[in-house]
């Protein structure tokens, strides 16, 4: 089965005079949906975008696995177990929040930030926090996130190239650029398609450009 959630129905949050838009795909903080709180391990996917100067001052996590892919500008992240590092393009970040964490998520750059955050929930909770930054994620290489059952493939498609969404109990594909056909779907950026027991299915990038796609491929959740 195949849900096809648009980037226009998202709930718009953050603060915009604040230089914080955000665009969230499921129900989050003052937006609670009780028909839409999670989809296998995922509990939010967050579009933010931040201006320079922008940020989120330190706030606290726990029972998550956070994991941000920036898309354009460069992410500084600090945390309570004294962690700091810049993200940028091609990085995937991760934060295990476990039992729980602080940190701040700042554009401490002079251009515009554009950051898609996914949030898993864990198999167990608690534990202690831990924190990774791969740099340069190949999309031949998944990220395995084992503290919640999912792996996430990157997925850069040149026009009218197709590539596999893994059999699994739930897939989420979200598209982060360009065009995409799914099983008959047509999904453009912000787009997001939600898979159940997917088996045998592509996703092909449309003829006139290239695409980038997050896949998650996950056993665990409902």
Same mark, same amino acid.
């Given at each position: ?6 980037? &226009? ?72 177990? %004294?962690?700091?590092?810049?993200? &940028? ?36 909770? %608690? &534990? ?7 740099? %340069? ?40 650029? &360009? ?27 449309? %003829? ?15």
């Amino acid at each position: 089965m195949i849900d096809v959630r648009r980037s &226009g129905d998202r709930y718009r949050g953050g603060e915009p005079g604040a230089g914080i838009e955000t665009f969230h795909a499921f129900s989050f903080g003052p937006h609670y949906d009780p028909d839409n709180l999670r989809f296998g391990a995922v509990l939010a996917c967050n579009e933010e975008r931040l201006a320079p100067g922008a940020g989120f001052d330190e706030h606290p996590h726990s029972h998550t696995e956070i994991v941000t892919w920036v898309v354009e500008g460069e992410l500084t992240h600090r945390d309570s177990t %004294g962690h700091e590092s810049t993200v &940028g393009p091609g990085d995937v970040q991760h934060l295990s929040a476990a039992g729980g964490v602080r940190h701040v998520e700042r554009n401490d750059g002079e251009g515009p930030l554009v950051f898609v955050q996914m949030w898993l929930s864990p198999l167990s909770p %608690g &534990g202690d926090p831990a924190y990774e930054v791969v740099h %340069g994620i190949a999309d031949s290489t998944p990220y395995a996130v084992p503290a919640a059952g999912a792996l996430l493939h990157v997925r850069r498609l040149a026009a009218g190239e197709r590539t596999a969404i893994p059999d699994a109990p739930f897939a989420y594909v979200h598209v982060v650029r &360009g065009e995409v056909h799914v099983s008959g779907e047509t999904l453009t950026p912000g787009d997001a398609a939600r898979i159940t027991a997917a088996e045998g299915l592509e996703a092909v990038a449309n %003829g006139k450009g290239a695409a980038e796609l997050l896949v998650w491929e996950m056993t665990n959740g409902r």
